[in-house]
């Protein structure tokens, strides 16, 4: 299993003091919010991260869940943001995924955490301050400097340590979700078969993304559904 460095990270703390890693979880779910982890270090954070630390869709449910604690304890703070189906469907996925940073940073800040560099895991940065309105919201992302990396969360320890924190919140929300027979607690509100099964059979609840391309006969979003 590829295991992650601090590599990038090191190099922006020669200039930045604090360095958050962001990652996103349940972009391409057809239910359930999506949401983003925030992990931050610093100068003074211990050099070796939790052992078995990895990209979250590379590790068990169970290893994931016992990594907490210790990711916790390594990193200078940490938090998790959430946009729910209905917001996805009113403005869309990116600015979703943006509104769920937001909430994650906004308690980050609050905790006396200010980084001003950030990795984001993938090519496209959604961390665009200009684009909100909220006084508040465009101070959550106001970073000097954001570092793109594909696979950042195989390749980077503290994105790497945002993608496990956010996978953890996301699944524990979508087990304890009521569920009339979608498989949440299976599925997490990804397109398992069961899951369209279910869907052709009950049709969309209040958890399912509108907007998407959903396989039970509800209106499409432009371009179809979004998977990643």
């Not at 295991?3 to 990038?8: F, K, N, Q, S, Y």
């Not at 917001?87 to 600015?95: K, N």
């Not at 106001?142 to 993608?163: G, I, N, T």
Request: charged letters at 20%; a neutral charge; proline letters at 6%.
């Amino acid at each position: 299993m590829l295991r992650p460095t601090r590599e990038v990270e090191r190099r922006l703390l020669r200039r930045h003091t604090l360095v958050a890693g962001i990652d996103e979880v349940g972009r391409g779910a057809l239910a359930g919010p999506v949401s983003v982890g925030v992990a931050v270090v610093g100068r003074a954070t211990r050099p070796r991260f939790p052992d078995g630390l990895a990209d979250s869709k590379l590790l068990p449910a169970a290893t994931r869940e016992h990594l907490c604690a210790p990711i916790r304890a390594w990193v200078a703070g940490a938090a998790v943001g959430h946009a729910s189906p209905a917001e996805i469907d009113a403005v869309g996925i990116v600015a979703a995924l943006r509104l769920a940073a937001v909430r994650a940073l906004i308690h980050v800040r609050a905790s006396g955490l200010h980084p001003t560099a950030a990795i984001l895991d993938g090519t496209h940065n959604w961390l665009v301050p200009d684009l909100l309105d909220d006084d508040a919201a465009r101070a959550a992302l106001a970073f000097d400097e954001v570092v793109m990396r594909v696979k950042a969360d195989a390749h980077c320890a503290v994105v790497a340590a945002a993608s496990v924190l956010a996978k953890v919140e996301r699944d524990s929300h979508m087990t304890g979700l009521p569920d009339p027979g979608y498989g949440w607690d299976r599925n997490k509100g990804y397109g398992a078969s069961a899951h369209l099964e279910a869907l052709a059979r009950l049709g969309p609840c209040d958890q399912h993304r509108r907007s998407w391309n959903l396989p039970c006969g509800e209106m499409s979003a432009p371009g179809g559904m979004i998977v990643g």
